[in-house]
T-cell receptor, first 114, second 112 residues
């Protein structure tokens, strides 16, 4: 069974700092990996999707990397802003024998202090 | 707004009552998914549809839960004889094939 772990569970940084969020998964036979943002009481916003054949994706101040063989992904946020405060979720997609499931980690709650 | 929409946004019900939630996906998306999220946890997969066919159901989807997507467009998720343990955020997502899943705002269910 695929398990996804996110470290740290919570992170507080001063505005302007660069930061890294970590995600690890146990089954390396993933189809893709997505990073999402979730604001309190809201749905999920997709930030970046990395296909299994890719090593990284970039969008603005966000950069996500994927090392499938070691079962790890990182989300790098440059020059953090208070508006970045949210919970960040990592999810991996396994496609196997008719099964098609996104498995999520529990998230990292980020607070950016002005 | 052409994103995924869910209705209602909040539902409070008494234990033992039936509830039904609706999800309207992005119009051209052929896949639709339901997830459940409890406090402090990531979303957990419940079921997904490709067009009108329900292709996979999680073991979390007990026989009190039923989902439909009758015309391959909107979907409904019904919970019969609700229990306090059903209290959660129910999230719907849609995608075009195996591309990015786009999520709706969720329906928060509270069972008293």
């Amino acid at each position: 069974k695929q398990e996804v772990t996110q470290i740290p569970a919570a992170l507080s940084v001063p505005e302007g700092e660069n930061l890294v969020l970590n995600c690890s998964f146990t089954d390396s036979a993933i189809y893709n990996l997505q990073w999402f943002r979730q604001d309190p009481g809201k749905g999920l916003t997709s930030l970046l999707l990395i296909q299994s054949s890719q090593r990284e994706q970039t969008s603005g101040r966000l950069n996500a990397s994927l090392d499938k063989s070691s079962g790890r992904s990182t989300l790098y946020i440059a020059a953090s802003q208070p508006g970045d405060s949210a919970t960040y979720l990592c999810a991996v997609l396994i496609v196997r024998a008719g099964s098609y499931q996104l498995t999520f980690g529990k998230g990292t709650k980020l607070s950016v202090i002005p | 707004d052409t994103g995924v929409s869910q209705d209602p946004r909040h539902k409070i019900t008494k234990r033992g009552q039936n509830v039904t939630f609706r999800c309207d996906p992005i119009s051209e998306h052929n896949r639709l998914y339901w997830y459940r999220q409890t406090l402090g946890q990531g979303p957990e997969f419940l079921t997904y549809f490709q067009n009108e066919a329900q292709l996979e159901k999680s073991r979390l989807l007990s026989d009190r839960f039923s989902a439909e997507r009758p015309k391959g467009s909107f979907s409904t998720l019904e919970i019969q004889r609700t229990e306090q343990g059903d209290s959660a955020m129910y999230l719907c997502a849609s995608s075009l094939g195996q591309d990015t899943q786009y999520f709706g705002p969720g329906t928060r269910l509270t069972v008293l």
